[in-house]
């Protein structure tokens, strides 16, 4: 076991209904001294017996993570989804929004998870960005800020460590940081005024962590270094005295990659001020170059500084196991108001649609490495609803035309895609009704005529949402 290995924390994914495949990985990660790690996927009691075993077999404090922009079931099956950042965002309301993070991280808290990797700080300033869009909670500043600083105290003040993301914005580029190294040409001055603002939100929230970018800023540092291998950008968290975790993002990305070896890669961000290592895929390679690195490459002061940064953390933030359960029914609730609020028409507004309805379904999001989610959430809630739903009939009925377009990191792209786009084109004219799950602005690459409800997201709540607003309009 090495003392730099604390900075180091290797993902675990559910897979074919199981982390047991992780097994071996958890071992030997443990044995290394890894500092805890990043989860996707899974069930919450599958959740919240990996996270007991975890700190059983590793017997000392755990940072466990996982992003939930969207509440804890963005990755835990079973627990609460919540409407995207940008639909609180339009919102406006800060109380609900600072309820959102009370309760991601009450469910957090109930399956050991202690590290959200959320909020979102970023501006939704660039329409061409392909990664951020609906994430983000809006495009001013101000408003960005204010919402992030209500979801951070939120969080923080139940138990859990939130983690302002991507510093210092990856809300202007035209590049995804999943696929290569993207550059920010905007002067610091702008940064200042505008993307940096929620950052300072957060931490005059008291954020315990945030997350690097992996996203240069060549005004500012024209090396063209990202900013989370970039010292001048990390010096600004430190001119203001933060002192909590920098995290770097997923060493696994196009934009951590773009120059060096990861296990380089992790020892240029330690060395320029990042104190923990998210997600490296060879994650004891990365160990053994921190360990030739300690002392030399890595100034002993700057090794002892991260690892003192990580162990407040853990110590202050990690628990002994699952915190009690919530009332999940409570959370439903909640979430389900807040999508009926969430709902918009973003052009025209349906009076009547004729039944019984023909569903016909454009799905954006298909054709990358991951599956997507249910699609046949709407209509199942349709027929509970006791709405009469036919087949692929060609009859006299309403018909209703889908749209799922969420900002995936495959796509590379902001906007529909040509195949999409060609659906839209032979199922739009005479249809009664576009139901949009994506972002505002693709409503304007819907063909001209039916109105379009805005649903922000494909997730089942905001399905459902979307079918109590349909079911009356027979």
Same mark, same amino acid.
């Given at each position: 076991m090495t003392a730099l290995a604390r900075l180091v924390f290797p993902a675990l994914r559910w897979r074919n209904g199981s982390f047991a495949h992780e097994r071996a990985?958890? =071992?030997?990660?443990? &044995?290394?001294?890894?500092?805890?790690?990043?989860? +996707? /996927?899974?069930?919450?009691?599958? #959740? %919240? $017996?990996?996270?007991?075993?975890l700190r059983d077999i590793a017997g000392r404090p755990l940072l466990i993570g996982a992003d939930l922009e969207r509440g804890a079931a963005q990755q835990v099956r079973g627990l609460t989804e919540l409407p995207p950042p940008a639909a609180l965002g339009v919102l406006d309301d800060l109380e609900a929004t600072a309820a959102a993070g009370v309760l991601?991280?009450?469910?957090?808290?109930?399956?050991?998870?202690?590290?959200?990797?959320?909020?979102?700080?970023?501006? =939704?300033?660039?329409? &061409?960005?392909?990664?951020?869009?609906?994430?983000? +909670? /809006?495009?001013?500043?101000?408003? #960005? %800020? $204010?919402?992030?600083?209500?979801?951070?105290?939120?969080?923080?003040?139940?138990?859990?460590?939130?983690?302002?993301?991507?510093?210092?914005g990856h809300g202007r580029t035209?590049?995804?940081?999943?696929?290569?190294?993207?550059d920010v040409t905007a002067s610091r001055e702008m940064l200042e005024r505008a993307d940096l603002a929620p950052f300072a939100a957060a931490l005059s929230a008291?954020?315990?962590?945030?997350m690097a970018a992996f996203v240069s800023y060549s005004a500012w540092d024209p090396s063209g270094r990202a900013a989370g291998f970039s010292p001048e950008i990390l010096g600004w968290l430190g001119a203001r005295r933060f002192a909590g975790v920098t995290v770097t993002d997923a060493l696994i990305m196009g934009g951590a990659l773009a120059v060096d070896t990861e296990a380089a890669a992790a020892v240029r961000a330690v060395q320029s001020g990042c104190d923990a290592l998210l997600y490296p895929r060879d994650f004891a390679a990365v160990i053994r170059a921190l360990d030739a690195a300690a002392g030399g490459e890595i100034p002993a002061a700057r090794a002892d500084d991260a690892l003192a940064r990580v162990a407040a953390?853990?110590?202050?933030?990690?628990?002994?196991?699952?915190?009690?359960?919530?009332?999940?029914?409570?959370?439903?609730?909640?979430?389900?108001g807040l999508a009926d609020r969430a709902l918009a028409w973003w052009r025209g507004a349906a009076l009547r649609v004729p039944r019984p309805l023909r569903i016909a379904i454009v799905d954006d999001d298909v054709g990358g490495p991951y599956t997507v989610g249910p699609r046949n959430v709407f209509e199942g809630a349709l027929r509970e609803a006791g709405v009469e739903i036919e087949g692929s009939g060609t009859g006299d009925g309403g018909r209703v035309?889908?749209?799922?377009?969420?900002?995936?990191?495959?796509?590379?792209?902001?906007?529909?895609?040509?195949?999409?786009?060609?659906?839209?084109?032979?199922?739009?004219?005479?249809?009664?009704?576009?139901?949009?799950?994506?972002?505002?602005?693709?409503?304007?690459?819907?063909?001209?005529?039916?109105?379009?409800?805005?649903?922000?997201?494909?997730?089942?709540?905001?399905?459902?949402?979307?079918?109590?607003?349909?079911a009356p309009l027979g």
């Open positions: 990985r958890i =071992d030997a990660a443990l &044995a290394a001294g890894v500092g805890g790690f990043i989860l +996707f /996927g899974g069930t919450s009691e599958a #959740v %919240a $017996a990996l996270t007991l075993v991601t991280a009450r469910e957090a808290a109930a399956v050991g998870i202690n590290w959200v990797f959320a909020p979102v700080c970023d501006l =939704d300033v660039e329409p &061409a960005n392909p990664i951020v869009q609906t994430r983000s +909670f /809006g495009a001013d500043p101000a408003r #960005v %800020a $204010a919402h992030a600083e209500a979801w951070i105290r939120a969080c923080q003040e139940h138990g859990v460590l939130a983690c302002a993301k991507h510093y210092p035209t590049l995804d940081s999943h696929e290569g190294l993207p008291g954020v315990g962590s945030v953390a853990a110590a202050r933030w990690a628990r002994p196991g699952p915190a009690d359960p919530p009332d999940l029914a409570a959370h439903g609730a909640f979430a389900d035309v889908l749209v799922y377009a969420e900002p995936r990191s495959w796509k590379g792209r902001a906007l529909l895609g040509e195949r999409s786009l060609g659906r839209l084109r032979a199922l739009v004219p005479g249809a009664d009704l576009v139901v949009l799950f994506g972002h505002p602005r693709l409503a304007a690459q819907v063909p001209a005529g039916p109105p379009v409800l805005g649903a922000w997201h494909g997730q089942p709540l905001m399905q459902r949402a979307a079918a109590r607003r349909v």
